[in-house]
């Protein structure tokens, strides 16, 4: 129940297609849209196949440049198959904002920024952890570090000196030490502290913003009149309809959301011999396994045997996963072990399913290198051909232009295009000059 309650300020996964890998995001906001469906405000978080080549060699720079700067020494070198997956777990933060059916939502994850004083592994050693130390703006296609960088060191936190003695004087200057603003050996009693953190949570800094909008806003007004403007002005029509956008505003602004599990079979799912397709915990049972078809292996794993096989990349390269490197390709947008596929897969996205295929019958269809493909089995096809048309000018034509100058006018006529021009006069005086 738990893990299906998604609340604001969490970070999930959003599948927007059965093939390509999860989106990353975090709850913003949840509203409640008029037809009763849950939209979830979200921002949104980019993968490394996500940017250009160029802006990757930027971030790999920059996390060079602050492993030479680490004051600590260095960690133990990463095997290649950590540093692959590493980058697996590397995001980009963006300020942009999407709007997303709650629907969609497929789990919970974790998003930190990156720590400098914890080791890089840890990151590999918890499931569904994600890391970003860059800001990257779709729009400019930049990358930026972010401002809430992690200052820990002695250059960034003062040396604690440590306790005096008994009897040891303090020889600090105290006129430089900072402001004393409580004393434990205070004479107030905890009621009266009770008492005062009372008022204080009530009134907070109510009349000091009070003063500053006489000062600022109304100077020529009394406090008491601006105070019985502001009880009057509450008891009007205008402050109850007021009241009431906000309520409604407020009803529709969710704090948590109950997705269910989503348990519907993928169409990337590859059917077995029988027909029917096989499912991790479905009627095929817990330990069974098919062997892959075609004597081809997983192409992250190389496993010949898998639950459940789902087809990956290009139709024509006919690779497969099994279920583990499926759920890894999901939620990390990458293979466990790097494959030569795996370089095109980055570049392009994988192609529909053939369910997904049928479904947009109406639509563009595309090969898996994103090319169209012309419908050349129907007249009617939505890639048609526009006719390519040349207007030429007559001889006559290009003589009135340079005759009839003063009557055509041509840049009066060009500021003017919806008023006709008189082409019987024009061809007139283009006939009697020469005549003449």
Not at 100 to 114: D, E, N
Not at 260 to 279: E, F, L, R
Request: charged share 25%; with cysteine.
């Amino acid at each position: 129940m738990a893990a299906n309650m998604y609340r604001v300020g969490d970070y999930v996964f959003f599948e927007n297609s059965s093939s390509n890998p999860y989106l990353i995001r975090r709850i913003e906001e949840l509203n409640k849209t008029a037809s009763g469906n849950v939209e979830a405000k979200v921002v949104c978080f980019y993968r490394r196949r996500d940017i250009s080549q160029s802006l990757i060699q930027l971030a790999d720079k920059h996390a060079k440049d602050l492993d030479e700067e680490k004051e600590s020494p260095s960690e133990p070198e990463l095997s290649e198959k950590q540093k692959h997956q590493l980058r697996h777990r590397e995001l980009f933060l963006s300020r942009q904002y999407e709007s997303l059916p709650a629907t969609h939502i497929r789990g919970k994850c974790s998003v930190a920024l990156l720590n400098e004083t914890e080791a890089v592994l840890s990151y590999l050693e918890k499931e569904d952890t994600f890391f970003y130390s860059l800001v990257y703006d779709p729009t400019q296609k930049t990358l930026l570090a972010d401002k809430g960088e992690i200052r820990v060191g002695p250059r960034f936190q003062a040396d604690v000196p440590e306790m005096l003695q008994e009897g040891e004087p303090d020889d600090r200057d105290q006129s430089k030490l900072e402001m004393k603003i409580w004393d434990p050996e205070c004479p107030l009693t905890n009621k009266q502290i009770d008492q005062f953190l009372v008022i204080a949570r009530y009134v907070f800094d109510a009349f000091k913003i009070l003063h500053i909008l006489a000062l600022s806003c109304l100077p020529w007004k009394s406090l008491t009149s601006i105070i019985e403007y502001y009880y009057m002005w509450k008891t009007t029509d205008r402050y109850v309809q007021q009241k009431r956008l906000k309520a409604a505003e407020a009803e529709s602004k969710l704090k948590q959301v109950y997705i269910p599990t989503y348990n519907k079979p993928n169409p990337n799912q590859i059917s077995v011999s029988n027909g029917k397709m096989a499912t991790v915990n479905g009627a095929a049972g817990t330990g069974s396994f098919h062997t892959a078809g075609g004597g081809r292996a997983c192409e992250s794993c190389f496993a010949a045997q898998s639950a459940q096989w789902y087809s990956w990349g290009p139709p024509n390269m006919q690779c497969r996963l099994c279920v583990s490197c499926w759920m890894y390709w999901k939620k990390y947008g990458g293979l466990k072990m790097p494959s030569r596929a795996e370089g095109e897969e980055e570049k392009t996205p994988p192609s529909p399913a053939p369910n997904e295929m049928r479904s947009r019958g109406h639509g563009a269809r595309q090969s898996s290198h994103m090319v169209p493909i012309r419908n050349s089995g129907s007249p009617k096809s939505s890639m048609k051909t526009k006719q390519a048309f040349l207007l030429q000018a007559t001889r006559l034509t290009k003589l009135a232009r340079h005759m009839c100058r003063d009557l055509i006018r041509l840049r009066r006529a060009a500021r003017r295009p919806f008023v006709p021009i008189n082409c019987g006069a024009i061809k007139a005086e283009c006939k009697s000059s020469l005549n003449s």
